[in-house]
T-cell receptor, first 115, second 110 residues
Framework: EAEVAQSPRYKITEKSQAVAFWCDPISGHATLYWYRQILGQGPELLVQFQDESVVDDSQLPKDRFSAERLKGVDSTLKIQPAELGDSAMYLC?????????????FGEGSRLTVL | AQRVTQPEKLLSVFKGAPVELKCNYSYSGSPELFWYVQYSRQRLQLLLRHISRESIKGFTADLNKGETSFHLKKPFAQEEDSAMYYCALSSTSGTYKYIFGTGTRLKVLA
């Protein structure tokens, strides 16, 4: 069964360092989402792609976060420089582009700890 | 503002007891509503969605547009229902932005 792949699963870094997360959605899924989930809270949307285009990045802290999906397939989320408050689980999700809203398929997430 | 509210962080019930996980939403328009579940050491996955009107693993959810609620119910809880439950909504046009609640941890006690 096809699944959304994310790496790394765990990342520990010191503040002011750069970190990057990778996501490979299910093949054929045109829409890709990056969410941040702080402990005890629900997933919060950071950025949404339709193919290679950003359709919503209103909640992305653009001074330090960037995201790209150059060929409309896999995606990278980068943080530079990392801050203590960035410690969280970073979730990637994808969905096929079939009109009505449907199921989001999630990856296992990348847990970031900033020291 | 678009928002999903789950008032309970933790809900503990005994096996065989009825369960109701509350979800209220704020949205200008008619969103699509979902319940997602995360079992221990597993990824977040869809449990059910309003448009399907299905019963999944004995769970049902009724959309009350007047009260803007989408509570999740199960008549007899099982130990394997213990998990984290998230209510979510999506727009039904445009970019299909999904908004999640803060989640409710359900513990079913033996």
């Amino acid at each position: 069964e096809a699944e959304v792949a994310q790496s790394p699963r765990y990342k520990i870094t010191e503040k002011s360092q750069a970190v990057a997360f990778w996501c490979d959605p299910i093949s054929g899924h045109a829409t890709l989402y990056w969410y941040r989930q702080i402990l005890g809270q629900g997933p919060e949307l950071l950025v949404q792609f339709q193919d290679e285009s950003v359709v919503d990045d209103s909640q992305l802290p653009k001074d330090r976060f960037s995201a790209e999906r150059l060929k409309g397939v896999d995606s990278t989320l980068k943080i530079q420089p990392a801050e203590l408050g960035d410690s969280a689980m970073y979730l990637c999700a994808s969905r096929p582009n079939r009109g009505l809203p449907g199921e989001l398929f999630f990856g296992e997430g990348s847990r970031l700890t900033v020291l | 503002a678009q928002r999903v509210t789950q008032p309970e962080k933790l809900l503990s019930v005994f096996k065989g007891a009825p369960v109701e996980l509350k979800c209220n939403y704020s949205y200008s328009g008619s969103p699509e509503l979902f319940w997602y579940v995360q079992y221990s050491r597993q990824r977040l996955q869809l449990l059910l969605r309003h448009i399907s009107r299905e019963s999944i693993k004995g769970f049902t959810a009724d959309l009350n547009k007047g009260e803007t609620s989408f509570h999740l119910k199960k008549p007899f809880a099982q130990e394997e229902d213990s998990a984290m439950y998230y209510c979510a909504l999506s727009s039904t046009s445009g970019t299909y932005k999904y908004i999640f609640g803060t989640g409710t941890r359900l513990k079913v006690l033996a």
